[in-house]
């Protein structure tokens, strides 16, 4: 009788009712990765590009490669795509970022910065990590350009057909 009642007290909470032979689970709780400078690393990947993405409290400044963010990155959808992680947790202007990224394009490389972003935050302050990942950011886009096949002259792209 009394599994019974454990077993409806379960289905009514959804908390699986622990004994102390059972032993007693706490939730993990996530502890920030801070290195001695105040940072969090992250890398990011999209496409063929790869970002190492440091972040730090701050006014919210974008260093690429040795260059200022908006010069690296001048179309404002790739500025827009970047700054999108600090939007949806509401950091926005709050830390300054530092990333090198090889590989790739503009676009590919953009996206690798933001997954960087997303992942760094993560990091730095684990309570958002539900926030983000909702938001789809820390999930790596796997979509990569498609190999050429012999006989094609691209990936699917026949050649044209002459009957005669």
């Not at 032993?23 to 690393?41: F, H, L, M, W």
């Not at 690798?112 to 789809?136: D, M, W």
Request: with cysteine; hydrophobic share 35%.
């Amino acid at each position: 009788m009394s599994q019974g009642m454990e077993a409806l007290q379960e289905l009514k909470t959804g908390v699986k009712a622990t004994t102390a032979a059972e032993g007693v689970t706490a939730a993990v709780k996530r502890e920030p990765k801070i290195d001695p400078q105040g940072r969090s690393y992250a890398t990011g990947k999209r496409k063929n590009a790869v970002a190492r993405v440091w972040i730090k409290p701050g006014k919210g400044t974008l260093t690429v490669n040795g260059r200022d963010g908006d010069s690296y990155f001048a179309r404002p959808v790739l500025r827009m795509m970047i700054h999108q992680p600090f939007q949806v947790a509401s950091r926005f202007g709050q830390y300054d970022i530092v990333c090198t990224v090889v590989g790739g394009g503009l676009s590919g490389q953009a996206g690798a910065v933001r997954h960087g972003i997303s992942r760094a935050l993560t990091y730095y302050e684990p309570e958002l990590r539900g926030v983000l990942k909702a938001g789809g950011f820390l999930t790596r886009d796997s979509r990569v350009v498609e190999r050429k096949k012999y006989g094609k002259a691209k990936a699917r792209r026949s050649f044209q057909f002459s009957k005669r």
